[in-house]
């Protein structure tokens, strides 16, 4: 499985920018990258994915460097409501078809007031 | 927004039975998955169900595991005789077309089982 590396967490003041990393060095040419969050008690919720051009909605946008080594979600303006675990995950690249995500354990990000 | 919801919120079984767990996909996606999330653990992939047959599953979807979708609508995860380590968060997801791969996946908000 490719596999992404994250921070395990992060810290961010309200309405301050926020930049979570993600390295996956051994990504192929087809997967995308998706994000997802999962808030506390809560199933993960799809954030943004990309292939190779920034991407920009209104949660977030995604930032993918040149050789698509690494990426950056940014959060423009973090709320007490972002404060979640965040993945970076690629699809399983061992499979033909099916988008069986592989989580990591993600990036906590904290939000202080 | 349509979303994905899952029954019971928390189901206490004890070990050895049987629990079928439930969900009701968004109503015009055509593939479903399972995936668990042991307390403090990361997020792990089940299975995945496309046109009333199981398109891929992991090595822990054992024969202990099944999945059906009985009337179009709900899509359940039945475990035959559970065990202590099936103890976990059970996450639903859906997504619309698998034709272009990287859709984004939808998922409920989860059923707690606890196994006394």
């Known amino acids: 499985d490719a596999k992404t590396t994250q921070p395990n967490s992060m810290e961010s003041n309200e309405e301050e920018p926020v930049h979570l990393p993600c390295n996956h060095s051994t990504i192929s040419g087809t997967d995308y990258i998706h994000w997802y969050r999962q808030l506390p008690s809560q199933g993960p919720e799809y954030v943004i994915h990309g292939l190779t051009s920034n991407v920009n909605n209104r949660m977030a946008s995604l930032a993918i460097a040149e050789d698509r080594k690494s990426s950056t979600l940014i959060l423009h303006r973090a709320t007490l409501r972002d404060a979640a675990v965040y993945y970076c995950i690629l699809r399983d690249p061992s499979k033909n078809y099916g988008q069986n995500f592989v989580f990591g354990p993600g990036t906590r990000l904290s939000v202080l007031p | 927004e349509p979303e994905v919801t899952q029954t019971p919120s928390h189901q206490v079984t004890q070990m050895g039975q049987e629990v079928i767990l439930r969900c009701v996909p968004i109503?015009?996606?055509?593939?479903f998955y399972w995936y668990r999330q042991i307390l403090g653990q990361k997020v792990e992939f089940l299975v995945s169900?496309?046109?009333?047959?199981?398109?891929?599953k992991s090595e822990i979807f054992d024969d202990q595991f099944s999945v059906e979708r009985p009337d179009g609508s709900n899509f359940t995860l039945k475990i035959r005789s559970t065990k202590l380590e099936d103890s976990a968060m059970y996450f639903c997801?859906?997504?619309?077309?698998?034709?272009?791969?990287?859709?984004?996946?939808?998922f409920g908000d989860g059923t707690r089982l606890s196994i006394l």
């Open positions: 109503s015009n996606h055509l593939y």
């Open positions: 997801a859906s997504t619309q077309n698998q034709g272009r791969i990287n859709q984004p996946q939808h």
């Open positions: 169900f496309y046109n009333n047959e199981i398109s891929e």
